[in-house]
């Protein structure tokens, strides 16, 4: 049972711009820790989107962005393409678990 | 570019030890903290641990009692074992490299994984 929770899918049609949220709470997101993001393509492993809630990796499109308030962070991939086709999982720290831990998942579908 | 590739068998019987080994190739395995994770067939990512190139780890707590991760640095490789399997275990086990090196443990908790390791299905089994 993951600690953060994201919405189980998201669609839109190419071109258009969609958002997935991560929702934690005091012991992890809200704590202060970072949020961190990684895309995984069909069959592959997954590879680091976002760091430190809002920074892209050298390589990464700037049609993908990251933001964090409160307990919260979301993920927002504009200029929506089908190469964008994956899953998506958001990752933080957890002090009442004392380790790292992963968003749920969500499934992009580009229609 | 760092590079990383599990090796280690995929198939194990219930109730043995799953042993897999992460070689780092083009790069050092000293200065950086290492990890391990799983991902159950159609489903999401748990983090089992990590260990510094000196030694130390950390270990997920729900996994604690059966796992140890080990480092080689002759080896340039980092080991994981996972004792008394069941078909809960069955999975594709990834390694990576942790991005923080500080030892600070809230530095420590600020840390993401890159690059992983193309990953192993494991597969819990008689």
């Known amino acids: 049972q993951s600690v953060l929770a994201q919405p189980p899918s998201v669609s839109g049609a190419p071109g258009q711009r969609v958002t997935i949220s991560c929702t934690g709470s005091s012991s992890n997101i809200g704590a202060g820790y970072h949020v961190h993001w990684y895309q995984q393509l069909p069959g592959t492993a997954p590879k680091l989107l976002i760091y430190g809630n809002t920074n892209r990796p050298s390589g990464v499109p700037d049609r993908f962005s990251g933001s964090k308030s409160g307990t919260s962070a979301s993920l927002a991939i504009s200029g929506l393409q089908a190469e964008d086709e994956a899953d998506y999982y958001c990752?933080?720290?957890?002090?009442?678990?004392?380790?790292?831990?992963f968003g749920t998942g969500t499934e992009v579908t580009v229609l | 570019q760092v590079q990383l590739q599990e090796s280690g068998p995929g198939l194990v019987k219930p109730s043995e030890t799953l042993s897999l080994t992460c070689t780092v190739s083009s790069g050092s395995i000293s200065g950086y903290y290492w990890s391990w994770m799983r991902q159950p067939p159609g489903k999401g990512l748990e983090w089992i641990g990590y260990v510094h190139y000196g030694g130390s780890t950390s270990y997920n707590p729900s996994l604690k009692s059966r796992v140890t991760i080990s480092v080689d640095t002759s080896k340039n490789h980092f080991s994981l074992r996972l004792g008394s399997v069941t078909a809960a275990d069955t999975a594709v086990y990834y390694c990576?490299?942790?991005?923080?090196?500080?030892?600070?443990?809230?530095?420590?908790?600020?840390?993401?994984?890159?690059?992983w390791g193309q990953g192993t299905l494991v597969t819990v089994s008689s």
């Open positions: 990576a490299r942790d991005h923080e090196q500080s030892s600070s443990s809230w530095y420590r908790a600020q840390s993401w994984f890159d690059p």
């Open positions: 990752q933080s720290y957890d002090s009442s678990l004392s380790g790292y831990v």
